[in-house]
């Protein structure tokens, strides 16, 4: 038993982010650990003289982004799942006379890649079928090349061949409208959208993301000033009836949304962009997974849909090669393009040359097609055989998402809370069955019960043996 954790508030400004901020980091730097208790919102309300609602905010801040969970009766206690995320490499706040401005503290840590035995996390691909042999082959000619020896450096949009592979690529298998001079290569999505919102959008202007939703963007908006407005998904997608007024660009992942696994339908994607047009306002479509598909007619990207120049359809390797690689794209619209180019310059001159020309090489001696194909049979065949064990087994506690899409499935909890949820994935975790549960991706609305399961990372001899783990968790008590 660990004494209850002393909260200190000095001034009386934004009490509860005050309280909220003094926990997270302790959490996040190990003076709390997962399954501590934390002092009981009425004494610590007491205890600090404010009310008790100041402390519940901050405790339901804390739960919606997965710090905490509360089990009913017993008490809010330090989320197991917080292991995921790994402690802050820093440590405390150090006391220097250099400190990072304000918001950064608001910005989570990079999650953490631990091995585990069964491994449904979502976001990782499998390695052990990558095809080192003939990627080695395509870094070794890349490394003989002319450019990647030349003194110097290369244009930011990127080296050439690479930009004419990728506009055949997404022309082929995905029907995007691109020519090598409308693509831009990045250091991985995240760097797509950290040049598109520096070009597009000022601090203090909005952008709308989807909630639930994927968080690496959000945060990295935050951190430039740019206010982060949630809008709900449903069946159907992004609702587009509820995006608010004054909005100037809208981030969305219409093909496999991240982390509900819908596909947002053809009528809601020609709504979005109505409501783009309407607002004058721009559509950043992430396509990060949908290279693996196991069923049904692909929709249109939006980028295909989209008639007046308003979608930036962003591109990613990190699924279909391998994350380390640092390799995405943008497919910009002639009007964006020359800022675009500035902004990739201004931020890193261009990504490797050497990563960039072995892919190219790699795209056109075929390498690529033939992975994806491969891999795609075994993520079909993991995919099946974790939609039939929820349908099967699952049914009174999950009601599976249909997705015929990407890397991961979805399962909405039929009666159970987003803390009960969180209970059994901290059972799991015990068992060694790492899931991620869906209230982490909460933005502003009620945080969702459910789970996710991802298969890029789990063998596939594996899946049924996890599964059944994770079944006994929902049934075993805490
Ligand atoms: C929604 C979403 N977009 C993009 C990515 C890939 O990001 P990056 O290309 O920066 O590795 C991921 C990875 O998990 C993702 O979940």
Redesign the pocket.
């Known amino acids: 038993m660990v004494t209850a954790f002393h909260v200190s508030l000095v001034g009386r400004k934004d009490l509860s982010g005050e309280i909220y901020r003094q926990i997270r980091r302790a959490v996040l730097d190990r003076r709390l650990r997962p399954g501590d208790p934390l002092p009981p919102g009425r004494e610590l309300a007491r205890a600090l003289a404010v009310s008790r609602a100041t402390v519940t905010v901050a405790y339901e801040r804390l739960a919606a982004e997965g710090f905490v969970t509360s089990r009913q009766g017993s008490g809010t206690f330090v989320s197991e799942l917080v292991t995921q995320i790994g402690p802050e490499k820093t440590g405390r706040r150090s006391t220097g006379a250099l400190q990072p401005r304000p918001i950064w503290e608001a910005v989570p840590p990079q999650p953490t890649f631990e091995t585990v035995r069964f491994d449904f996390r979502?976001?990782i691909c499998d390695a052990s079928l990558f095809p080192h042999r003939s990627w080695r082959r395509s870094v070794a000619w890349a490394l003989r090349s002319g450019e990647t020896t030349a003194g110097v450096y290369e244009h930011a949009a990127g080296h050439r061949d690479l930009r004419v592979a990728i506009a055949r690529q997404t022309g082929i298998s995905r029907g995007i409208k691109a020519s090598a001079d409308d693509i831009i290569i990045t250091n991985?999505?995240?760097q797509a959208l950290d040049v598109l919102a520096r070009v597009l959008l000022a601090p203090g202007d909005g952008i709308a993301v989807e909630d639930p939703g994927?968080g690496p963007p959000r945060h990295l908006f935050k951190a430039l000033g740019i206010r982060v407005v949630g809008v709900p998904v449903d069946r159907q997608g992004l609702v587009v009836d509820a995006l608010p007024r004054g909005i100037r660009a809208v981030y969305v992942?219409p093909s496999h949304q991240?982390p509900l696994s819908v596909t947002m339908t053809l009528p809601r994607r020609q709504a979005l962009l109505a409501w783009a047009e309407r607002n004058n306002a721009a559509i950043i479509e992430?396509d990060?997974d949908s290279e693996f598909r196991f069923g049904g007619r692909p929709l249109e990207p939006l980028q295909m849909l989209d008639a007046r120049g308003r979608v930036v359809y962003v591109g990613?390797f990190?699924k279909t090669m391998l994350?380390t690689l640092r390799l995405?794209f943008l497919v910009t619209p002639p009007s964006l393009r020359a800022a675009l180019h500035k902004a990739k310059f201004v931020s890193d001159w261009h990504s490797s040359t050497l990563a960039q020309a072995a892919l190219a090489r790699f795209i056109d001696e075929g390498a690529f097609a033939r992975h994806v194909r491969r891999v795609s049979a075994i993520y079909r065949e993991r995919h099946q055989i974790i939609a039939d064990a929820i349908s099967r087994n699952f049914v009174e506690h999950l009601e599976l998402i249909p997705s015929t899409t990407g890397l991961h499935l979805t399962a909405l909890a039929r009666r159970m809370s987003a803390d009960q949820i969180a209970e059994v994935a901290r059972r799991a975790a015990g068992r060694g069955v790492a899931v991620q549960v869906l209230s982490r991706f909460a933005v502003n609305a009620i945080p969702r019960a459910g789970v996710m399961l991802g298969y890029g990372a789990i063998p596939t001899a594996h899946i049924e043996e996890g599964v059944r783990l994770l079944r006994a968790c929902f049934d075993s008590e805490p």
């Open positions: 979502t976001g991985g999505t995240q994927y992942t991240y992430d990060y990613s990190s994350p995405g």
